[in-house]
C-alpha cells in the first residue's frame, strides 16, 4: 500500500486503543482494554487486524455487562480522565516508499476482505465485520461521558443493530477511519482545554 495508507492504518490501531482505554477508565463501572500500538508495519503480522477488531465488539459486550451487573447507566464522571489519549508518534516520513508502495487505503480493503473471510472463523468474522457498524455507540459512550451529546454529529457510520453485508467494505471502514480520527482529535483539543499535561507516546 502507498505510504498515507501504512501510517493511516497504523494510527488507527492506537488511536482506537486509545479511544477504549479512555471510555474504559471513565466508566461507572471498570472495564479493562487490551490495547494495540503498533510500531511499525511489520508488527500487523500477529492478527493484530483480527484482534482489533475483535477488541471493539468484545470491549461493547464487556461494557455493558459490566454496567448491567452493577445496575448503573453509563453516565459522565466528576472529573474525566484524558490521560491516555496522546499523540501516538507515527511519522509518514517512515513508511515504506518502494515501486509497490502505490494501492490507496480503499481499495487495498476491499481486495483483503474476501481473504480475510477465508481465513477466520464464521463467528469472529461476523464480529469483525459488523464492529465496523459500532461507531454510533462508542460516540454515544463518549458524548455521555463529556456531557456533551452535541459531538454525536462526528458519527457517520450508523445503525449497530441492523448488520450490513460485507459489500463495499473498504467505504465503510474509511467511513469507521475517519470518525476514529475525528474522535481522538476532539478528545486531543479537550485535554487540552482541561489543562492535562500531554504524555508522551514513548512514555504511555
Known amino acids: 500500500m ?12 492506537h488511536l482506537g486503543a486509545q479511544i477504549l482505554a479512555f471510555i474504559g477508565r471513565n466508566a461507572p463501572v471498570p472495564v479493562a482494554t487490551t490495547p494495540l500500538e503498533p510500531a511499525r508495519i511489520a508488527d ?53 516508499r518502494r515501486r509497490r508502495n502505490f494501492l490507496d487505503l480503499q481499495s487495498a480493503i476491499e481486495l483483503f476482505t474476501p481473504l480475510y473471510q477465508l481465513m477466520l472463523t464464521d463467528n469472529d468474522f461476523w464480529r ?13 459512550y463518549a458524548a455521555t461521558i463529556l456531557g456533551a451529546p452535541q459531538h454525536l454529529i462526528l458519527v457517520n457510520n450508523k445503525h449497530p443493530l441492523v448488520p450490513l453485508s460485507t459489500l463495499r467494505a473498504g467505504y465503510r471502514l474509511v467511513l469507521h477511519g475517519l470518525s476514529t480520527e475525528m474522535l481522538h482529535s476532539l478528545l486531543m483539543r479537550m485535554k487540552a482545554e482541561a489543562g492535562q499535561p500531554a504524555t508522551p507516546a514513548a512514555a504511555a
Not at 502507498?2 to 490501531?13: G, K, T, V
Not at 455487562?65 to 474525566?80: D, F, K, N, W
Open 2 to 13: 502507498s505510504p498515507e495508507a501504512n501510517w493511516l492504518i497504523l494510527r488507527h490501531f
Open 128 to 140: 469483525a465485520a459488523n464492529s465496523l457498524q459500532l461507531d454510533e455507540t462508542v460516540g454515544i
Open 44 to 96: 500487523l503480522r500477529d492478527e493484530m487486524f483480527v484482534k482489533h477488531d475483535l477488541n471493539l465488539f468484545n470491549f461493547v459486550i464487556r461494557l455493558n455487562g459490566a454496567l448491567r451487573e452493577a445496575g448503573v447507566e453509563m453516565h459522565a464522571p466528576a472529573q474525566v480522565d484524558f490521560s491516555m489519549v496522546r499523540d501516538p508518534g507515527l511519522r509518514l516520513a517512515d513508511m515504506p
